[in-house]
Every structure is written in C-alpha cells, then in structure tokens.
C-alpha cells in the first residue's frame, strides 16, 4: 500500500469515526438535559391555591386586590410549576393531595399618577409591596418573602399590580420547594426597609 | 280663471297631503327609534359602553365593547364578537373606583414624543381623562372566586352597579372587606 493511500485510509476512518461518535455524545448530552431538568422540576408534584389579595390596613384600592389576585393566577399558571392553579373557595382543590395555599398581604401601597408620570418622568411611580406566604394545608410555611411591583414610566397604574403577579411567580419558581408534606420553613420573614422592603425587584 | 283657482286648490291640498305624510313620517322614527332603545321593555334597560380591563369570562383584556344587564345576566358585548356572559346570581360584590389616564393611546405618545422642545410633556399635562372603574367579584361553578374590572366613562358605573342591585346582586356578601375597600378605593382615586 503507498503511503498517500495510506493516508488517505487514516483520514476516512477518523472521518468515520468521528461521524459515529458525535451523535452518540450528542444525544448523551441530551438525556443528561432532560435528567437535570427532571431533578430541577422535583416539586411539580404540588398544587397551589391563591388567596385573594389581603389589603391589612393600607388603603389598596379593591380594584388593585383583584387585579392583583387575577393575575398572579394567570402568572402561576405560566409557569407550569405546579400541576394545578385553584382559586379561593374552589372546592375541587380539597380533593388534591399535595396542596399549598398561597397569601398575599399588603405591606406599603404608594398610589402614583400617570399623568405625573408623563409630565415629570421622575416622579408619580405607582409602587405596591406584599408579604408572600406559602403554606402548606396544615398551617406551615414553605415561603414567606416580600416583593415588591412598580410602575416607573410608561403604563397605566394597574400595571404595577401585573409586575408584582410576575414578580412572585418567578420567586416561587425560583425557590426550591420541600418534597411532598415535609414541609420546612425555607427563608426567614422579610424586613419592611424604607424603600425596598422586599428581596425581589421588578 | 277656474282652471286656475282648480289648480291652486289642488296644489294646496297636495301640499297638505305631503306635509302631512312628512309629519307622520318624523312620527314614525321617533317611535321606532324609542321602541329600539328600550327594545323589550325593563329586559334591556341598561346598555353602557364600556373598556373590559381584565377577568370577565371568555373576553380578551383591554378590548373596547357594550356592557349590558338583561334578564338575570351581566354582558359584555365585544365589538363584533359574540357575547360573553355572566349571571348575576353569581356575582358576590361590585365596587366603584376612578382612575385618571392618558388619552390617545399608542399614536398619541409617539405623537408626544415626537414633539420638540418638551412639548410632550406639555401635552400630557392636559390630555388626560377621568374614568370610572368597576370591580365585579363572582364565583364560578366550583366556588372559586374571580374578578372582572371595567372602565366606563364618568358616572357610569354607578348606573351598571345600582342595575345590578335591582336585578338582585346580592352585594357585599361575606367579610365587611369589600366595602371598606370600595370607599378606600374612591377616596384614593380623588387624590
């Protein structure tokens, strides 16, 4: 066999070879994905309950609680992190096994103004903090963070609301929840600061 | 001089005839136009153009359209879409609010922002509108708790929410919650 060949055979084969093993890291690397997404997805065993919006003693207007409420429903239901999203009083929810009950409470409401927001730019934000609280069925905390939704610029005010709902969802799906009806406190209850009271900013 | 006297009677009483068809004529639409307004008597009373924000059932957010209270049921009538409703029955609260908002939309703030010298802002500072708002609290067919809010024009709200009473909303059920809320909510939009 001449050398050129030879060569030519050595190449063929590495060609070959390396044809035969991309696919097989390729497709390892894949199951790999789908494992750890499998272990980060570990609490989807859980449904959530969301309680109406709790306004304590802050004057929150009633159409803000339920622009609140409705959308951290639609934002929990996004995330695909739980198996069901009920509402309160849904009764179908006393059925479900691994149940937890979302709270929210108001902390610090500053009513803002878009016309100001328009006029000024600087000033009329529309800023809305709460006390998030998961709970399991038999009264434990899973999860209690403050968070906090604004409207700096351009939107109307409810959009502060809708930037709070997302807020929290993202937190939730964000922290590791316990496995099933072991259910330990994670993170300990927030402090209200003057200005940003919670962990998490919009 | 007969033929003519013939004729100018007969125009007279031409005149008379068409003036007096015109007459019934204008009698006519005004009563078609009365009888369309409250088509169905006291069923149709209240029809009010309102801007659904969020939460009524099988209806997109923000669309413009007709709120309607007819036979035992809240409607919302998209403009050129079929209508999605609600029955009173189930609705547990209405609460009034006011929100002053921007005018013009989108074209609008390009419109402002595409002004020289801050003249935008200038613009801003007078294009605003005062709107009512109205929150409806309802339960669906498993219990669980859901709310719609509308925006209406000044003084609107209060119309669909005292319809609804007479249609026999039972509002305010539960916590005394609500109605704190709703005065705290008015006395916070008159800042």
Redesign the interface.
């Known amino acids: 066999m001449k050398p050129s060949k030879r060569k030519l055979s050595i190449c063929l084969g590495a060609i070959v070879a390396v044809a035969v093993a991309i696919p097989a890291w390729v497709s390892g690397q894949t199951i790999a994905q789908g494992a750890s997404k499998g272990s980060s997805a570990s609490n989807t065993q859980w449904s959530i309950q969301v309680e109406t919006v709790e306004p304590g003693e802050i004057p929150f207007a009633y159409s803000f609680q339920i622009a609140t409420y409705e959308s951290l429903v639609e934002e929990l239901n996004k995330t695909h992190h739980f198996n069901s999203v009920f509402r309160e009083g849904d009764r179908k929810a006393g059925d479900v096994p691994n149940l937890l009950v979302l709270k929210t409470t108001v902390v610090k409401y500053t009513a803002g103004s878009e016309t100001r927001r328009e006029v000024t730019t600087f000033s009329g934000a529309t800023k809305v903090w709460v006390r998030t609280q998961l709970f399991t069925r038999d009264g434990k905390i899973v999860l209690d963070r403050t968070l906090d939704g604004k409207v700096r610029f351009f939107g109307s005010n409810l959009r502060a609301t809708h930037n709070l709902a997302r807020n929290v969802a993202k937190m939730i799906e964000q922290s590791p929840l316990p496995a099933s009806d072991q259910a330990v406190t994670i993170t300990a209850p927030a402090k209200l600061n003057a200005d940003s009271p919670g962990e998490g900013h919009s | 001089m007969v033929p003519q006297e013939q004729f100018a009677q007969r125009s007279l009483s031409r005149r008379a005839v068409l003036s007096l068809c015109a007459f019934l004529l204008c009698c006519s639409i005004g009563a078609w136009t009365q009888s369309a307004a409250f088509a169905g008597g006291p069923a149709s009373a209240l029809r009010i153009r309102a801007t659904h ?3 009524f059932p099988n209806t997109k957010s923000n669309c413009n359209g007709t709120l309607l209270v007819k036979e035992d049921t809240l409607r919302f009538r998209q403009d050129g879409k079929s209508d999605a409703e609600l029955k009173i029955p189930s609705i547990q609260g209405a ?1 009034l ?1 006011g ?4 005018v013009g939309g989108v074209p609008m ?1 390009v419109g ?1 922002a595409a002004t020289p010298f801050g003249g935008g ?1 200038v613009i ?2 007078f294009a ?1 509108k005062k709107y009512d ?1 109205l ?1 409806v ?1 309802y ?2 067919n ?8 509308f925006q209406l024009s000044k003084g609107e709200a209060e119309l669909v929410r005292s319809e609804l009473v007479a249609q026999g909303a039972s509002l305010n059920v539960g916590s005394g ?2 109605a ?3 005065s ?2 008015v ?3 008159t ?1």
């Open positions: 924000l969020m939460g609460f609010g929100e002053s908002k921007q703030k402002k802002r801003s500072l605003h708002t929150t609290e339960v669906d498993d219990g669980g708790v859901h709310g719609a809010i919650k609500p704190q809320a709703g705290a909510e006395s916070n939009e800042k």
